[in-house]
């Protein structure tokens, strides 16, 4: 999961780049706000899946304890 929020972070990055416009000095609504949907999904899959290796190390812990 950490590889695909990092995929999708790096997208999203060439998406903020691409839809700024050098001529006029202004940006795409749409694509900014697509950006900043496939950031923040990415960010939420790396979180999750962190959260979620943490909780399966602390499990095999306490199972090799007992």
Same mark, same amino acid.
Request: hydrophobic residues 50%.
């Given at each position: 999961?950490?590889?695909?929020?990092?995929? #999708?972070?790096?997208?999203?990055?060439? #998406?903020?780049? #691409?839809?700024?416009?050098?001529?006029?000095?202004?940006?795409?609504?749409?694509?900014? +706000?697509?950006?900043?949907?496939?950031? #923040?999904?990415? +960010?939420?899959?790396?979180?999750?899946?962190?959260?979620?290796?943490?909780?399966?190390?602390?499990?095999?812990?306490?199972?090799?304890?007992?």
């Amino acid at each position: 999961m950490t590889k695909n929020g990092l995929f #999708l972070v790096s997208i999203g990055l060439i #998406l903020v780049m #691409l839809s700024a416009n050098a001529k006029t000095g202004t940006y795409d609504g749409l694509s900014l +706000v697509t950006a900043a949907f496939l950031i #923040l999904s990415g +960010v939420g899959l790396m979180l999750w899946a962190k959260r979620r290796r943490k909780t399966n190390d602390l499990i095999k812990q306490n199972s090799a304890s007992t």
